[in-house]
């Protein structure tokens, strides 16, 4: 993830969930400390965030429709799910993403 993408994926985030996000916003989603993680992000904005911290992004833009659900969480597309029912339970999973990016949030 490039610095650019991680400032799109904070304004996609905000945007799906109804409030923009700022730095420290972000800091807190990637569990960085509240004394200087809103720099670290800041940082991340012009360099990209590497290892874990890149992942753990990657899973939480799954919160936006603008990032497709990733292969290890897509249990939509099985033959066992109904097609007609795979667009419901894709929009919950989103919904229960946005949640959990809310809750990060405090």
């Known amino acids: 993830m490039t610095g650019a993408e991680l400032k799109k994926l904070r304004e996609h985030l905000g945007e799906a969930i109804g409030q923009?996000?700022?730095?420290?916003?972000m800091a807190k989603l990637c569990g960085l400390?509240?004394?200087d993680g809103a720099d670290t992000i800041r940082r991340w904005e012009v360099t990209g965030p590497?290892?874990?911290v890149a992942e753990l992004l990657r899973i939480l833009a799954m919160?936006?429709?603008?990032?497709?659900i990733l292969d290890m969480f897509n249990v939509f597309d099985r033959h066992d799910v109904p097609v007609k029912d795979?667009?419901?339970r894709r929009q919950a999973f989103r919904e229960q993403m946005r949640r959990d990016v809310r809750r990060r949030i405090g």
Do not use: M, N
């Open 50 to 52: 590497t290892g874990p």
């Open 63 to 68: 919160a936006s429709d603008h990032y497709p």
């Open 33 to 35: 400390p509240a004394a």
């Open 86 to 88: 795979r667009p419901a």
């Open 20 to 25: 923009p996000l700022s730095v420290a916003d």
